[in-house]
């Protein structure tokens, strides 16, 4: 019955120890998923801030007057940029709201000066941004949707004890209002 005893615990213990390495290791895969799902749409976003700037310096020739918006745009995008390199996904949320916010006056800007929309490299900023902008819909589907994935992978009993042994933390989502994809569809 001892043998029978020392048998069964060691099975028990291999069983465990089988578990929380094959645990380890899925979840050692999955934040390597999210985290190139983040490398992925960091990089699109940092391209789209960098076309920005020429935007602001074509439109700021014409309308002159708007200045401080300007000022403000910039501000915003910066923000915006120290949060995604910093990955404080919750200041990038905030940061992007608010050019979010922008992104009608900025249209209703190009709209009021014509001259700018009959600059050729206005236009074909503008082009672009609007084709990266709809692929930056979906890279920040896909990082939600893995982040999603490791979310509930470390969340879950009994799994969440190797999470918690791993130091795993829940990641938090890229959060952008629906009305920033409808204003920022610039019609030319």
Known sequence: MLIFAGFFGALLSAVGLLYIWSTWNRFVSLELNVDNAWQDYESDVLLKY??????????????????????????????????????????FNQAQNALAQMTPRFNALSEAYPEVKADK????????????????????????????????????????????IKGSKVRELVDVPDHYHQNYSMDF
Do not use: C
């Open 50 to 91: 960098n076309m920005l700037p020429n935007l602001h310096k074509i439109v700021k020739g014409y309308a002159k007057h708007e200045i401080q918006f300007f000022e403000q745009l910039f501000l915003a995008r910066q923000a915006a940029s120290g949060a995604l390199i910093a990955k404080n996904v919750a200041n």
């Open 121 to 164: 490299l206005f236009m074909d900023l503008s082009h672009k941004l609007v084709r990266l902008e709809e692929r930056l819909a979906d890279r920040r589907e896909f990082y939600n949707s893995e982040a999603t994935t490791w979310n509930k992978a470390i969340l879950m009993i009994p799994a969440n004890i190797v999470a918690g």
